[in-house]
Each structure stands twice: as C-alpha cells, then as structure tokens.
C-alpha cells in the first residue's frame, strides 16, 4: 500500500487540486481493475476543518495536521495556489497557517517523505528552506520573484518539472498533470501512468519555455531592462556580447552578473532567449515562412533556428504554427 498526502491550503487553485485527485483516482481504478496490484491510499490534509479554494468553494479536508503528524506518506502533494505576484505570496507567508504548513512540510521531510509541489506552491519548499542548493522550477512569470527571494535554490522556468532529491517541483498551475503523472509512475509504475494519461488525455510536455511573454517576466534590475530593449531593437543584426556591454557602458563580467542575478542565465543565453522568444511569436501569429522568420530573428540558417525551437521548446516550428 502506498499512501499519497494532498496538503490543501486555503485559495489552492481548484484546477489544480481536482488535477491531483481525477489522475490518482484514475491510477486508483487501474490498479484495482488489475487485481493483486499494490494498491494507493489517497487522503487531503488541511490545518482547519473547512478549506476555502481560489474559486471561493468551501472543503473539508480528510484529516487535520495536528492529528496526523506521525502519520507516514510515501509522497506529499502541495497543489498550485492561486497567488499571482509576489506581493500575495509575501501575505500569505505571513499567516499563522501558512508558518505552521511550512513546519510541517520540514518534519515531513524530515522523515524521509518525498514532497511535490508546482506553480506558486514551490515557494512554500523554498520559503521552508527545503529546496537550498537544489534544482527548481515554478510558475514562469513568478520565476523573477522566486529567484530573488531565494538566491540559494538554482531556478529553471523553462522546465514543466525539477526532480532534485525528494523533492518534485512542477511549473504553472496546469503543469500539475505532468507532476502527476510522474508520481503515479513512481508508486505504480510507467504502464499505470502511461494508462492514466490515454484515459485523461493527457501530452507530457517538457518545458513552459514555448508559453512565456516577455511582457510578463517582470524584475526590477534596470540594467536588465535596458538590455532587453536593446536586443529586441537589433534583433535582425549580428550581436554580441561585448557590444551589448559597451552599448550599456559596463564591462562583460558586470553585465553578465547583473543578467545571471535577474533571470539566472548567461549574456549568450539570454540574447538567444529573447531572439527565440520573438521566433515563436512570428510563428504563432503570422504567416511568414520559417527563412524569413529566422532573418529577421538574426539566424541566417533556418535549419539552425529549427534545432534551436526543438531544444528549448520540445516542439517542432510547425506545431507552433
């Protein structure tokens, strides 16, 4: 038997915690259709009687923590919360049943239990100081937020899912499906997961990087906004990252740690980004051919920028299209 904890907190986003209760569910039926396969115990916690959702529902979880502390899980799920900035999270870490979450989630890690959690929902492993020294990823437009509160955690965004350790992290509220099917995978193996996914109709995916806006990756480093202004006016023409430096009148080793401290990445990284970022946006929303798309992003070679959307998107430019 293996048990499977949802921790549910008030204004956890109902998509994502009727996600995690539909797919091991479903892993529930499969396992008992087969007969003689181990079997999945699945129970809510909450710290008070009633849960209120993002949506304003009202809930009552299985059990309360207080009562169930000792209480062994083989994987505890934190669902996405539905908190959009990084002023609503500072709020919701300061509640007393917030601080009394965290606690708990550090105990139960403590005891070996193995944690998942996405979207905003990650920032409750960091604030627990559980993900220090490790690989994450969240929501992708609350990664700026994440990455300078928690300078100590190595942040990925474009990822849909982080395995570190114990420790599952998943990105924006829907990339709930992808955490879930890599839990059912691990307590029931890769035939039950693959099943739950024909049923639920659910595509692996592996990277948000073909979803985010650049309009909506906000940080505050006016330096690094300088620089993105400057590479989107000059996109069609060579670049480097000595030139994007002179232009603002700083050395190579200071812009590239002003650019690593804002969005994690390198000088070179983030030129290609933010020229991959405009690519997708052509393809999406025009009929231009892919050689004038590339051109026009400063890729001379079409093949080049294909391999490039394939690598950092996980999708073909058609599929785009």
């Known amino acids: 038997m293996k048990t499977i904890t949802i921790l549910v907190m008030d204004g956890v986003f109902d998509s994502s915690l009727s996600i995690t209760l539909d797919t091991l569910h479903a892993a529930q039926a499969i396992l008992a259709a087969r007969g003689g396969a181990p079997q999945l115990q699945v129970r809510t916690i909450a710290l008070k009687a009633h849960i209120t959702t993002g949506a304003g529902l009202r809930m009552k979880a299985d059990l309360r923590i207080k009562a169930a502390r000792q209480a062994a899980s083989d994987w505890i799920i934190v669902p996405g919360l539905g908190y959009r900035s990084d002023q609503e999270l500072g709020a919701c870490f300061a509640r007393s049943d ?10 139960a890690a403590a005891d070996k239990a193995k944690i998942a959690a996405s979207c905003s929902a990650a920032f409750l492993l960091a604030q627990a100081g559980l993900l220090n020294g490790r690989k994450a990823t969240t929501a992708w437009w609350l990664a700026p937020a994440f990455r300078a509160r928690y300078p100590a955690v190595h942040l990925d965004e474009t990822r849909i899912l982080v395995r570190d350790g114990p420790f599952l992290t998943a990105g924006a509220a829907l990339s709930q499906l992808d955490l879930m099917l890599a839990i059912v995978s691990d307590v029931a193996g890769q035939s039950v997961a693959h099943l739950c996914s024909r049923y639920l109709l659910i595509d692996q995916r592996s990277s948000q990087a073909r979803y985010m806006m650049r309009d909506h990756l906000e940080h505050e480093d006016r330096t690094v906004i300088a620089a993105e202004h400057w590479i989107d006016a000059h996109l069609a023409q060579p670049m480097s990252v000595t030139a994007l430096s002179s232009e603002l009148a700083l050395s190579p080793k200071t812009l590239a740690r002003r650019i690593k401290a804002a969005t994690g ?19 999406e929303t025009t009929a231009l051919p892919i ?31």
């Open 265 to 283: 990445i390198s000088p070179i990284k983030f030129i290609q980004r933010r020229r991959l970022s405009h690519a997708a946006h052509l393809l």
């Open 291 to 321: 050689e004038t798309v590339a051109a026009q992003v400063g890729y001379q070679d079409s093949t080049a920028l294909r391999k490039l959307i394939k690598r950092e998107f996980g999708v073909t430019p058609s599929t785009l299209r």
């Open 98 to 107: 917030t601080v009394q979450a965290m606690r708990w989630l550090a105990a």
